[in-house]
């Protein structure tokens, strides 16, 4: 089992910036592709980020790509997400979740965090 725990949400007006950062504990941290994902309101969730497991490779929803930087700390089982030139539109609440396949697909993570609430005003 892992644990993820969401942190760093909050309001911010559009073309600032937020860092979310999600701690994990339980089993190895490294062993597990992480992402992040969003639900706005009324929404399906969403694909944002995720850094592979083997190698650090990231890969980016368009909407996001160019703004956004997954990173992670395995030392200290962390996964982050530097969000800048924040729109209206990134309003939602983010996910953090680690799985063995991860990917672009939500069914490929095993593990989710309750979420933390990102609201850009404008």
């Known amino acids: 089992q892992v644990r993820l725990v969401e942190s760093g949400g909050g309001l911010v007006q559009a073309g600032g910036s937020l860092r979310l950062s999600c701690a994990a504990s339980g089993r190895t941290f490294s062993d597990y592709t992480a992402g992040w994902f969003r639900q706005a309101p009324g929404k399906e969730r969403e694909f944002v980020a995720r850094i592979r497991k083997s190698d650090g490779f990231t890969n980016y929803a368009d909407s996001v790509k160019g703004r956004f930087t997954i990173s992670r700390d395995n030392a200290k089982n962390a996964v982050y997400l530097q969000m800048s030139s924040l729109k209206p539109e990134d309003t939602a609440v983010y996910y953090c979740?680690?799985?063995?396949?991860?990917?672009?697909?939500?069914?490929?993570?095993?593990?989710w965090g309750r979420g933390t609430q990102v609201t850009v005003s404008s």
């Open positions: 979740a680690a799985g063995f396949l991860g990917g672009l697909q939500l069914t490929g993570y095993d593990y």
